[in-house]
Structures are given as C-alpha cells and as structure tokens.
C-alpha cells in the first residue's frame, strides 16, 4: 500500500508526471474514476476521458481487438494481475500503428475489481515492419522452394515413358500447386510454317470448362509473346475470343469480365515453339507473382514438347534396318551426332549403353541364320516395348546395339537395361532350351560436351568389363568432363 501511495504521489506530482508520460508511462485509478494516459498514446490523439469511458476500442483495429479484450478481462476478471498485449491503434488521421502495452495491476478492490493499475506503452511500428518484411522473406523462400520442388517433379515426369498428352496432363497437375488456374492449352508453332499451328494439349481443373481458343486469336497470343519470350498477363479478354465456327457453343468462360489469362512462351535456347495459355475465372486476376513460376515451370515443358515433337520427326525421316526398325549404323554415324549436339544443349545428364548378345555366334553356328534372325527381331522388340519413345536404337553391328538416352543419368539408363536383361532371360519368345542373355555397358555425360564416339568408346569398354565378369550384366563407367 505505501508503493502504491508513492506511486499515485509521484504521478500527481506535475514534474514527474510529464517526465513519465512522455516517456510511455501511464496510471489509472478506476475506483476513484481518474487516470493519466501515456504520452505514447496522447500523441496519436487519444485522451483521458476516451480511455476512462471505454471510447479507446473504437480506436483498436477489428482485427486485434478480440485478442486485446480477452487479455483486458482476464486482468479485470482477477485471473492475472499482469497483461501484455501488441495491437494497432488509429491516430486522429486514420493511420493505424502498433502499440505494445504492459499493464500490471496495483490493488484491487474488496470485490476482486481493478483498482489501481499501471504500465507501459511504446510503438513498435520499426519491429512490426521488420518482422512483416522478415515474414515476407520466409514465404516467399518457402514459395520458391515449392516451385522449385515443382519444377524437379515436371522435370522428373519428362524421363518418364509417357506419351506427350499423359506427360502434359501430370505437369498441369503439378503446375496448379504454384499457379491458381481453371483451363490450359498448348500449342505449337513450326519454325518454318508461322502458319501451321498446332493444339496439342488442353485440359480443365476442378469439373471447370474447358477453354479452346479460336485460332486466329491464338495466331494473335503467340504474336504477343514471341518477339520478347516473356510471359504476359491479358485482362478480360473474354470479349475478344470467339468459338472456331458460328455453330460451336461458347464456352462460360469467354462471357465473363472476370477473366483473366496468363499468355506464357514456350521457349529451346531462345527459340520460340510455342505457348501455354492458363485461364483463370476469379475474382483476383493474374499478377506478377505469377510470372516467375510461369518461367521457371513451363522451361520443363518446352524441353518435353519440342523433344516428343521435333525429335520423333527427325528420326522418322531417317533409314531404319529391316529386320529390327532401328536406325542402321550408316544413318547413325552420319546423323545422330547432330542430335547428339543438341541433347547436350537442352539436358545436364545424358547417357548411353552398348548392348552385346551373349553367346550368339554357337547359336548361328548350330541353328542357321534364320533362326539368328528371329533372335535379334524378338530382343529389338524388347528394347522397343522397354524404352521410351525419344531414346534412339541402333542396329550397330549383327548383334550388338547402340542406346541413346537423352535426359537421363546413368542410375536411370542402368536400371532401365537391367530391366530389360531380366525381360530377356524369363522370355520364351525367342524359342531356345536356355536362357538367351546380354551383356551391357552404360556411360554418361553429365554437364559435359563429350563427343558422343568418345562416350560409346566408354559404354563399349564398360560392355567388356561385363563380359570377362560372366556376362548376363550391366556395367557402368563414368567419363569425367
């Protein structure tokens, strides 16, 4: 009780008072109904009479006044004597700033109500501010390392033996975790036909519609991005798109002034093949924090689209032998290397192996070359049915074949043979009373411009060391770059 009586001297006394309301102080005598506020509070505009009659609140934000409330009745409820508490106030002009509050009750009254009570105000708009731009670090670190987590995943998908369409389907999938978006579309564009364009994927989320775009606005999108390989944001273009004829039904989507479309280069080493449209129907259209992953993500896409699409038709121009529909040795050496170039433009990791049937000159020797023959067309197909559809095979001699795997390391390309060796010990196909083996050996050129006679060089070094280990086996050899 004596503190306390100081206490309520030293604030009566008119020196000490606006010494220690200047500096954040305040005092409150409820039972007595008088109370001088901070000067922390004072000079945003607040006054005695406002904090004696409750009229404050109105000052505190909405959002953290429950949570100022429920620290206020737990002190004036007598089930704490000390309340801490960090809130927005408004000064006379509206603007809002944090203040922290530190109160501790003095006495209380017969009945268990407050008192006296005093504390301490103080702003900490720096520390807020400090703690936001901290806050806003972290989500946007933690944004970036699910984009690039998405990134790895699409990248991933694109080793896969998929067709374009299912490998499409599952990066749209994975895109949507990073980009909020209704409807997508790729399409294509040739290099030398500006006019050839080409739909090759679409899709919806969410039992949405599905937006087809007519094409001569497509004609006017890949316009827009084309030049400067950047992604754009259109607003509203609803307006603008129509159905490909009179007939076709409009889609929801082209009616609403809530549209919103991202327009998104796909690009290989700055050439331009294409675009990915992404539609959205929302109230929060398209922003620039949707233009980084846009980028980051649809490079993946580009790599995949341009490689199911023009490598699959160079390789159908090329001459393929016979007997097992791979490109013949001839064709190999003159073309392929070009690819090879290439390859290693667009990937870090690319491999290749060497495969060798075990045994098979006793087998032609003892059955004739018919029967040779049906060998070598049954392990083809088991290459074929085994590998993906960009991989290159190569009839390289009677026997023995080439591998090319682009975008993908040797683990990959080993466990991928080794498959097959498994395949070919357990089939029947080829029509033998013992087990029909192979021996393999896979190289890789990882982040490296390793001619690829030098990394077959390797494969085939790696094929014999499988040979002299008892056949029916892959070895690996790294080439260091």
Same mark, same amino acid.
Request: a negative charge.
């Given at each position: 009780?004596?503190?306390?009586?100081?206490?309520?001297?030293?604030?009566?006394?008119?020196?000490? *008072? *606006?010494?220690?309301?200047?500096?954040?102080?305040?005092?409150?005598?409820?039972?007595?109904?008088? =109370?001088?506020?901070? =000067?922390?509070?004072?000079?945003?505009?607040?006054?005695?009479?406002?904090?004696?009659?409750?009229?404050?609140?109105?000052?505190?934000?909405?959002?953290?006044?429950?949570?100022?409330?429920? &620290?206020?009745?737990?002190?004036?409820?007598?089930?704490?004597?000390?309340?801490?508490?960090?809130?927005?106030?408004?000064?006379?002009? =509206?603007?809002?700033?944090?203040?922290?509050?530190?109160?501790?009750?003095?006495?209380?009254?017969?009945?268990?109500?407050?008192?006296?009570?005093?504390?301490?105000?103080?702003?900490?708009?720096?520390?807020?501010?400090?703690?936001?731009?901290?806050?806003?670090?972290h989500r946007e670190s933690q944004r970036k390392l699910a984009i690039n987590e998405v990134v790895r995943r699409v990248g991933a998908d694109?080793?896969?033996?998929?067709?374009?369409?299912?490998?499409?389907?599952?990066?749209?999938?994975?895109?949507?975790?990073?980009?909020?978006?209704?409807?997508?579309? +790729?399409?294509?564009?040739?290099?030398? $036909?500006?006019? %050839?364009?080409? *739909?090759?994927?679409?899709?919806?989320?969410?039992?949405?519609? #599905?937006?087809?775009?007519?094409?001569?606005?497509?004609?006017?999108f890949l316009g827009m991005v084309s030049e400067n390989l950047y992604p754009i944001i259109v607003d509203s273009p609803g307006s603008t798109?129509?159905?490909?004829?009179?007939?076709?039904?409009?889609?929801?989507?082209?009616?609403?002034?809530?549209?919103?479309?991202?327009?998104?280069?796909?690009?290989?080493?700055?050439?331009?093949? =294409?675009?990915?449209?992404?539609?959205?129907? !929302?109230?929060?259209?398209?922003?620039?924090?949707?233009?980084?992953?846009?980028?980051?993500?649809? @490079?993946?896409?580009?790599?995949?689209?341009? &490689? *199911?699409?023009?490598?699959?038709? $160079?390789?159908?121009?090329?001459?393929?032998?016979?007997?097992?529909?791979?490109?013949?040795?001839?064709?190999?050496?003159?073309?392929?290397?070009?690819?090879?170039?290439?390859?290693?433009?667009?990937?870090?990791?690319?491999?290749?192996?060497?495969?060798?049937?075990? &045994?098979?000159?006793?087998?032609?020797?003892?059955?004739?070359?018919? %029967?040779?023959?049906?060998?070598?067309? #049954?392990?083809?197909?088991?290459?074929?049915?085994?590998?993906?559809?960009?991989?290159?095979?190569?009839?390289?001699?009677? #026997?023995?074949?080439?591998?090319?795997?682009?975008?993908? @390391?040797?683990?990959?390309?080993? %466990?991928?043979?080794?498959?097959?060796?498994?395949?070919?010990?357990?089939? !029947?196909?080829?029509?033998?009373?013992?087990?029909?083996?192979?021996?393999?050996?896979?190289?890789?050129?990882? &982040?490296?411009? +390793?001619?690829? !006679?030098?990394?077959?060089?390797?494969?085939?070094?790696?094929?014999?060391?499988? %040979?002299?280990?008892?056949?029916?086996?892959?070895?690996r050899a790294n080439l260091s770059s």
């Amino acid at each position: 009780m004596e503190k306390e009586n100081q206490l309520s001297a030293v604030f009566r006394s008119e020196a000490s *008072r *606006r010494k220690l309301l200047q500096a954040g102080y305040f005092f409150g005598d409820l039972e007595n109904h008088w =109370g001088h506020t901070s =000067g922390t509070l004072t000079r945003l505009g607040l006054t005695d009479t406002e904090m004696r009659n409750g009229g404050y609140q109105r000052r505190i934000h909405p959002e953290d006044l429950p949570n100022y409330m429920h &620290n206020w009745d737990r002190l004036n409820n007598g089930l704490t004597d000390e309340m801490y508490c960090e809130y927005r106030v408004a000064d006379n002009d =509206g603007t809002w700033h944090w203040i922290e509050t530190h109160a501790v009750v003095l006495s209380r009254t017969p009945g268990g109500a407050i008192g006296k009570v005093a504390g301490f105000d103080r702003r900490i708009d720096v520390r807020k501010q400090s703690e936001e731009i901290l806050q806003h670090e972290h989500r946007e670190s933690q944004r970036k390392l699910a984009i690039n987590e998405v990134v790895r995943r699409v990248g991933a998908d694109i080793t896969l033996d998929r067709e374009l369409h299912h490998m499409l389907d599952h990066a749209v999938i994975q895109i949507a975790e990073v980009i909020h978006f209704q409807s997508c579309e +790729v399409y294509t564009q040739q290099e030398a $036909q500006h006019d %050839k364009i080409t *739909r090759v994927f679409g899709t919806s989320l969410n039992g949405s519609a #599905e937006v087809t775009t007519a094409q001569n606005e497509v004609r006017r999108f890949l316009g827009m991005v084309s030049e400067n390989l950047y992604p754009i944001i259109v607003d509203s273009p609803g307006s603008t798109v129509a159905p490909e004829s009179p007939n076709a039904p409009e889609s929801p989507y082209l009616d609403s002034s809530l549209l919103s479309l991202l327009i998104v280069p796909l690009r290989v080493r700055n050439k331009f093949i =294409g675009c990915l449209l992404l539609w959205r129907r !929302s109230e929060e259209p398209f922003c620039g924090d949707d233009l980084y992953p846009a980028l980051a993500l649809t @490079d993946s896409l580009a790599a995949a689209v341009y &490689n *199911r699409s023009y490598y699959q038709e $160079q390789i159908k121009r090329l001459e393929h032998d016979e007997l097992t529909g791979f490109l013949t040795r001839l064709v190999f050496e003159r073309t392929v290397p070009r690819l090879w170039v290439e390859y290693q433009s667009l990937y870090s990791h690319n491999s290749v192996a060497m495969i060798d049937i075990d &045994n098979f000159k006793p087998i032609n020797d003892s059955f004739g070359h018919a %029967k040779g023959d049906h060998i070598i067309r #049954e392990l083809a197909r088991l290459l074929r049915d085994g590998l993906r559809r960009e991989d290159l095979l190569i009839r390289y001699g009677g #026997e023995e074949f080439v591998a090319i795997f682009p975008n993908t @390391d040797i683990e990959t390309a080993e %466990k991928t043979i080794d498959r097959i060796r498994t395949l070919c010990n357990e089939s !029947s196909a080829f029509e033998l009373q013992h087990v029909l083996s192979f021996s393999a050996g896979v190289a890789e050129c990882y &982040n490296s411009t +390793v001619a690829l !006679s030098a990394l077959i060089e390797t494969a085939d070094a790696a094929l014999y060391s499988a %040979k002299r280990a008892g056949r029916n086996r892959v070895h690996r050899a790294n080439l260091s770059s």
